[in-house]
């Protein structure tokens, strides 16, 4: 028989599919259906199809949770020290206490989060439904579904609510938001009394709240709406998974509250030893509350939250540039300490898009696949005959993944025809669980020929080809072959028929053309993305609701370690926790999962002190997203509950901007180091400035408020704008990740910090020793140490910029914040020394030009030895980026 051209087809398939729909199933559906009033008392007493708001906190209650905080209660203790230093000093005030109330604005917003996430779970499981109700169909919305409503569904439609299905025609429903499983699903009828099963795998007579009918058309009774539906069920899982603080935000709680007790009590004792040393005059204890505010404001780290919320805005301001949204600015900082990626499969690593990857025409005399491009179909062959007829046993326009793929491949022939001119479609076979394939029976116009087209799992298709048992065992060998590479396999085959035809599809008899082999491919860049993870020492797991078999094939693809080793849902389902825990650190696929499997994954091995961050793009991996340490969802595949329970967004579902995310989050945790690092040890003179006096009564106040906030206008810009501007360290991607125990703030990084400060402090007394041994006055003294700190404080910024580069070699790398900053303090200093106004508002008196060189040598020469540690432990091959720390 010769091969029947495609494009005469069209036009009579549309004309056959208007017909079949037309005698759906709901002119047979013999149900009446709830009665308008028993709908409405059902929901009136089990409330709407919706979720159920869950009570928020009110904004007072908010507020009085951050107020808690040690870092605001310390912010708003240096406020008040400004309001009592008088009107001057308001307007200091009001700049920190309008910090409190801008991170106060903050916090509310991340509270929203939550119920946003929600509001979206409401839009998707609302979506229009065709109810029966009096006996007539109704439209409604989602929300005014019932329990024990009788609903129609067809192809495209939005299931409203978990039910039973008690007629099917030929359905088909994704369930790739609730399961993962990329493939949809087949449906059957049941009748009599059911009881609601978990979502996942074949033949099963329940669908879903949220699923899409790919596939034909049914009837259901709904069994579960609102909050009892599955889908409502994962939204109450969210509202159980508090949010949960970063290692980061609990150590600078930590150490603010730590630094702010001892800086309140040294400012407290430091005010009655001054006046009590000084004779207990009133003038003794005004002197005594200005050293205790400066003391105060020197210890007092305001620069932390400064630190923290400057270079996670400016961090998630440079990842936005990469095309990754920042919903949670904290998740940035702890990306970068991630030991483990977990991942789903199914548009995350795949495309989440079947694509024909292969064809097998068997007219060949060797099997021979053939890879679907524009080159290979020129002319007749058999492999566009076997594509061609593919694409007859399929829907014109079809929902099904496989066959829109299938067509998409057919479209991309040269010279391929899209009408269907002069036939028509007569009958079709659909697919059914006791034969895995379905056919299409094509008739001319004007009834001159029959074409029989059909396709399906290699297996049924062969038994409708009548093949001999050598010709099955050679068909099921390529089928393996195949399979093994995560493919999907589809048989097709050609016949004619002459005569009435038969009702059983099985009684057909076809020729095998040969078989297709479709893929969800791998999204480009993850092969290159996860050899990047395992160099920077992170672990990349995929979690996923597929099957085994693609899971292992995609590892392979990719690059994953242990590819053959996985643990399946039901073998999870059986563990213990214990046993769980020793599985996990070889296993690093997990296939058949369902939402709370994924979450116990999370849980365990945060459990074992991992930092995990967990991609995907569905309803069902919204706990797990909100569990992790990370949670990254896709931003154009993804769901809205996925992304508003996520950290982060990857607004172009690039797997590649996983690792320039984990590459800025190094850079920002380092950049924090040096910035906090610099900070401990500027405050380390201002501090033993401001007590000096307690100790040598004979000494005036050094260091006044005045000159504390001077020095402030180096610290906060040089903490925010220089040390969140710098580049990052050579190599940041070739160490591990830190251990999850490493504290920022460690006992060896707090030591080097203080000696830094401490060797400036000694400088200082050295000038402060000369000044008065060379009979200079009070102003003088005060006038020289100010300008030996100030130097000092500047190389303090210079040499914690790298602690790996040289003095010289930082100079080199380019940080325009620096010149300004640097240009500026040189100027003002300059002014202050040299204006009579301003030396007499900083209690100065001029300075001979000799020692203002040596304080400004003082200065430089007080951070030397720094430099020196690090030439030394580079040569000694320590680890450059920490100094060893």
């Known amino acids: 028989m010769a091969f029947v051209p495609l494009h005469r087809l069209q036009q009579g398939a549309a004309h056959m599919t208007t017909r079949l729909d037309e005698s759906g199933l709901a002119g047979h559906c013999q149900h009446t259906g709830l009665s308008s009033q028993e709908a409405a008392r059902r929901l009136q007493t089990e409330g709407y199809n919706e979720l159920p708001d869950i009570g928020s906190h009110h904004l007072l209650e908010i507020v009085g949770d951050v107020l808690k905080e040690p870092m605001f209660l310390m912010l708003l203790a240096c406020g008040g020290i400004y309001l009592l230093m008088g009107r001057e000093h308001w307007g200091d005030a009001m700049i920190l206490l309008g910090f409190v109330f801008l991170v106060i604005d903050i916090t509310v917003v991340q509270e929203w989060r939550t119920e946003k996430a929600l509001a979206a779970l409401k839009s998707l499981s609302s979506p229009r439904a065709l ?51 990329s493939q949809p699903v087949r449906k059957h009828a049941r009748d009599g009394e059911a009881e ?62 730590t630094l702010a007790t001892i800086g309140l009590t040294l400012c407290t004792l430091l005010v009655v030893l001054y006046a009590l040393t000084r004779g207990n005059t009133l003038a003794a204890w005004q002197e005594g509350f200005l050293a205790g505010i400066a003391t105060a404001m020197a210890i007092l780290p305001e620069e932390f939250p400064v630190i923290l919320t400057i270079f996670l805005a400016f961090g998630a301001w440079r990842i936005s540039r990469n095309r990754v949204l920042t919903r949670r600015m904290p998740a940035i900082e702890t990306l970068g300490a991630a030991s483990v ?42 492999a566009r005959d076997l594509l061609e007829t593919a694409t007859l046993a399929s829907r014109p326009e079809p929902f099904d993944p496989m066959e829109r793929a299938i067509l998409e491949a057919y479209r991309s022939l040269p010279g391929h025809a899209e009408r269907r001119d002069g036939w028509r479609m007569i009958r079709e076979y659909p697919l059914s669980g006791e034969f895995m394939a379905t056919s299409q029976v094509w008739e001319r116009e004007d009834g001159t020929g029959r074409l029989v087209a059909a396709k399906g799992a290699p297996e049924s298709v062969a038994l409708l080809c009548r093949m001999t048992q050598a010709e099955r065992e050679r068909l099921d060998r390529q089928v393996e072959r195949l399979a093994a590479r995560g493919l999907r396999v589809l048989g097709v085959a050609q016949g004619s028929w002459e005569g009435p035809l038969p009702d059983s599809q099985q009684e057909l008899s076809c020729t095998f053309l040969g078989m297709i082999a479709l893929e969800d491919p791998v999204r480009p860049g993850v092969p290159e993305a996860i050899v990047e993870c395992n160099r920077a020492g992170i672990r990349v797991m995929m979690i996923t609701g597929d099957n085994p078999v693609t899971a292992r094939a995609i590892a392979r693809q990719i690059g994953l370690s242990h590819p053959e080793e996985v643990i399946t849902g039901p073998e999870l389902a059986a563990m213990s926790q214990e046993a769980l825990a020793e ?38 991996d919204a706990p797990a997203l909100k569990a992790a340490h990370i949670g990254i969802a896709m931003g154009e595949r993804g769901t809205d509950v996925a992304r508003e329970a996520a950290d982060l967004v990857l607004l172009d579902d690039d797997f590649t901007s996983i690792v320039r995310a984990v590459r800025l989050g190094r850079r920002i945790h380092d950049n924090i180091r040096k910035a906090i690092a610099y900070v401990l040890a500027v405050h380390v003179p201002i501090v ?103 130097v000092a404080n500047l190389f303090l910024i210079l040499t914690n910029r790298s602690w790996q580069r040289s003095l010289l070699e930082i100079m080199r790398v380019p940080n325009p914040a620096v010149q300004w900053i640097g240009a500026g303090v040189a100027i003002f200093l ?24 040596a304080c400004l040598a003082a200065g430089v020469l007080a951070i030397l030895w720094f430099e020196l540690l690090k030439v030394m432990r580079g040569r000694n091959g320590a680890d450059s980026g920490s100094l060893g720390i």
């Open 341 to 382: 990626l977990c991942v789903d499969k199914t548009g995350t690593l795949t495309r989440n898009r079947m694509t024909v990857r292969a064809l097998w025409p068997c007219r060949e005399e060797a099997p021979l696949e053939r890879v679907a491009g524009r080159e290979e179909w020129s002319g007749r062959d058999p």
């Open 131 to 181: 109810v029966i109700r009096d006996g007539r169909q109704t439209r409604i919305p989602g929300r005014e579904v019932a329990r024990g409503d009788w609903m129609r569904i067809g192809e495209g439609d939005r299931i409203a609510a978990d039910g039973v299905v008690r007629e099917s025609r030929h359905l088909m429903v994704d369930e790739s938001l609730l399961t993962g499983e």
């Open 583 to 620: 599985r996990i650190a070889t296993v690093d696929i997990f296939a058949r999962m369902v939402p709370e499997q994924k979450l116990r994954i999370v849980q365990a091995l945060k459990s074992h002190g991992r930092v995990v961050a967990m991609t995907g793009d569905g309803v069902n």
């Open 688 to 790: 033993g400035l401001a007590m000096t006096p307690i100790f040598f009564p004979s000494l005036p106040l050094l260091l006044l408020p005045v000159h504390i906030v001077f020095l402030e206008m180096i610290i906060d810009p040089a903490c925010s704008i220089i040390f969140e501007a710098e580049p990052e360290e050579p190599g940041i991607m070739d160490r591990p990740p830190r251990p999850s125990d490493e504290r920022l703030f460690g006992s060896a990084s707090i030591g080097l910090s203080l000696l830094q400060g401490g060797v400036v402090l000694g400088v200082l007394w050295i000038i402060l020793w000369l000044g008065r041994a060379w009979d200079h006055t009070d102003n003088a003294v005060r006038a020289g140490v100010f300008t030996a700190m100030v």
């Open 196 to 257: 609601l099963t978990r979502p996942g795998g074949e033949d099963l007579p329940f669908v879903y709240s949220g699923t899409l009918v790919t596939r034909g058309e049914g009837v259901v009774e709904i069994l579960a709406t609102g909050a009892r539906s599955e889908l409502g069920r994962i939204g109450r899982s969210l509202t159980e998974l508090p949010h949960e603080s970063t290692p980061l935000q609990k150590e600078t709680g930590r150490l603010v509250a």
């Open 830 to 853: 300059t002014l202050v020394l040299s204006v009579p106004l301003l030396s007499r508002l900083f209690h100065f008196d001029p300075m001979h030009g000799s020692d203002l060189v």
